[in-house]
């Protein structure tokens, strides 16, 4: 079971970041995927979620309107477009993977504890 998130990297004030999210091992389109974000000196919180069939999404405010989440249950991955870029969003960039197999297709966490399974996480640095 893994998660393998990639894409991060050095990126100016502004500018925008695609990351990506491998999942291998379990059936990804039984769980709702979520990326969290860590930065230094701080707790990891929550940035976005996906239902299991890409169909509901919630974002965390501080991102909201400058990242785009989507998945593609075929080729078991997940994405996370950043837009707009701020010093403030320096992070290290988790995936996760919250289990809904009995749930409805269009279930929602955005709770790290509905999070199971957690990849490496991948940095994102934001220069002013």
């Known amino acids: 079971v893994q998660l393998q998130a990639s894409g991060g990297g050095l990126v100016q004030t502004g500018g925008f970041l695609s990351l990506s999210c491998a999942a291998s091992?379990?059936?990804?389109?039984?769980?709702?995927m979520g990326w969290f974000r860590q930065a230094p000196g701080k707790e990891r919180e929550f940035v976005v979620s996906i239902s299991r069939d890409g169909d509901n999404t919630d974002y965390a405010d501080s991102l909201k309107g400058r990242s785009t989440i989507f998945r593609d249950n075929a080729k078991r991955t997940v994405y996370l477009h950043l837009n707009s870029l701020e010093p403030e969003d320096t992070a290290v960039y988790f995936c996760?993977?919250?289990?809904?197999?009995?749930?409805?297709?269009?279930?929602?966490?955005?709770?790290?504890?509905?999070?199971?399974?957690w990849g490496q996480g991948t940095l994102v640095t934001v220069s002013s």
């Open positions: 091992g379990f059936t990804v389109s039984n769980y709702v």
């Open positions: 996760a993977a919250g289990p809904a197999t009995f749930r409805h297709t269009s279930t929602i966490y955005n709770s790290a504890r509905e999070f199971r399974l």
